[in-house]
């Protein structure tokens, strides 16, 4: 099982950019998907998060600047990110649980990260 995030960049302040995330590989099911974010010198915080259901979660901080979403029949996870500030400089990284065979328990697989620098 592999997890490819894409779609980081070099955007100014207030400008937008969406990552994505497709799971490839032996997958039966998906539980939640996320994406989580570490800037340099600090620890990987959750940015948002999204269950099987659609039901979401969303850090505090964001403040409704960030939408996750995902299309489950393909395996991918996305997060719009607008009005970008310079402290959502980080490299992110997407999750999910998901089990390979109905005989497996569900476990947590990570992406690569993908940077996103904002500044002017």
């Known amino acids: 099982v592999q997890l490819q995030a894409s779609g980081g960049g070099l955007v100014q302040p207030g400008g937008s950019l969406r990552l994505s995330c497709a799971a490839s590989g032996t997958i039966f099911s998906i539980n939640a998907m996320g994406w989580y974010r570490q800037a340099p010198g600090k620890q990987r915080e959750l940015v948002a998060r999204i269950s099987n259901d659609g039901s979401t979660m969303y850090a505090d901080f964001l403040k409704g600047r960030f939408t996750i979403s995902r299309d489950s029949a393909k395996n991918l996870v996305y997060l719009k990110m607008n009005s970008l500030k310079p402290e959502d400089t980080a490299f992110y990284y997407c999750?999910?649980?998901?089990?390979?065979?109905?005989?497996?328990?569900?476990?947590?697989?990570w992406g690569q990260g993908t940077l996103v620098t904002v500044s002017s």
């Open positions: 999750k999910a649980g998901l089990r390979s065979s109905p005989a497996t328990g569900y476990r947590h697989y």
